[in-house]
């Protein structure tokens, strides 16, 4: 049934080229131009990045899901959501997602104001989606202990927040937007595994039960609790399926997990 669909990838595949191959050429005309032997590395490094960063990707998510990418580091993960986004556009296939995103970077972004305003980001406060918000994704108790509580400043004259903070407010931020999909990039680097577990509880699954979900983890008790997993390896779709097909398929997959 389309109509229940959110997201759709048929057969996908892209690359980071970005012009690279046309820097390495100039190189190339420099050199040859300067009476320099051509570096051996320009190759090297044309064959690298022009090389697919995805590989015949295929999947579906219906609305209300949770789809979980995983695999080892370069594997593809963060260029899927950013081909997702619009931002790397694909070489071949199709892509089809009906509305509006809400994406969880990495590194979330943060501007100088208070720490409201860092997770509003330009929304209007909502007292009550706020305050679920915060408590799903264990904010409150670091507000406590901050002099001005969520009034106050980052950056210039504020307080600078730990790595663990910073991924907390990032998630925060991309939750408390209404959207039709949520793209969850590694959301709960930097971490412990008690809080990672009781946020991945929390917010992932419970307040956003009824949200179109892609988290990007490799975590097994995370890979268990989601609807699709699609495990990535060098750009490839090694495994996509549910959790009871992945151990029957592929019994090996814990060995891509690793890294
Ligand atoms: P991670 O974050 O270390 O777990 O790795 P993944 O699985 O998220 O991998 P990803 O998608 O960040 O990287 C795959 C390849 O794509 C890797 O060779 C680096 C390259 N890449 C990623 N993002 C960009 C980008 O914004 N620009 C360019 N030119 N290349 C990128």
Redesign the pocket.
């Known amino acids: 049934n389309r109509t229940t669909t959110e997201l759709e990838l048929v057969n996908v595949s892209a690359s ?3 012009g ?1 191959g046309e820097l390495f050429e100039k190189i190339k005309q420099e050199n040859k131009a300067n009476g320099q032997p051509n570096c051996d590395a320009s190759l090297f490094f044309t064959n ?2 022009i090389t697919p ?1 995805l590989k015949n990707i295929s999947l579906y998510l219906e609305k209300g899901k949770m789809l979980a990418v995983a ?10 959501l ?1 081909m997702i986004l619009g ?2 556009v694909p070489s071949e296939g199709k892509i089809r997602h009906s509305g509006r995103i809400s994406f969880s970077p ?1 590194t979330p972004w943060i501007m100088p104001g208070t720490i409201r305003d860092a997770i509003l980001f330009g929304l209007t406060y909502d007292e009550y989606r706020y305050t679920s918000v915060i408590k799903a994704c264990q904010l409150e108790e670091d507000f406590a202990l901050l002099p001005e509580k969520d009034k106050t400043l980052l950056v210039e004259g504020g307080v600078t927040l730990s790595g663990g903070q910073r991924a907390r407010l990032g998630l925060a931020r991309a939750v408390y937007k209404d959207a039709d999909l949520y793209l969850l ?2 959301p709960f680097t930097h971490l412990d595994i008690v809080t990672e577990k009781e946020i991945f509880e929390k917010c992932v699954c419970k307040l956003m039960a009824s949200k179109t979900r892609i988290v ?1 983890t490799s975590k097994l008790e995370h890979l268990k609790r989601a609807d699709k997993i699609l495990l ?1 390896h060098n ?1 490839d779709c090694y495994f996509y399926g549910t959790f009871s097909e992945l151990q029957a398929q592929r019994p090996d997959f814990s060995s891509l997990l690793l ?1």
């Not at 695999?71 to 899927?80: A, I, P, R």
């Open positions: 980071w080229d970005e690279i690298l990045y960063v695999g080892s580091t370069g594997s593809g993960k963060s260029s899927l950013m931002e790397l990495q990039d590694a990007v990535l750009g890294g």
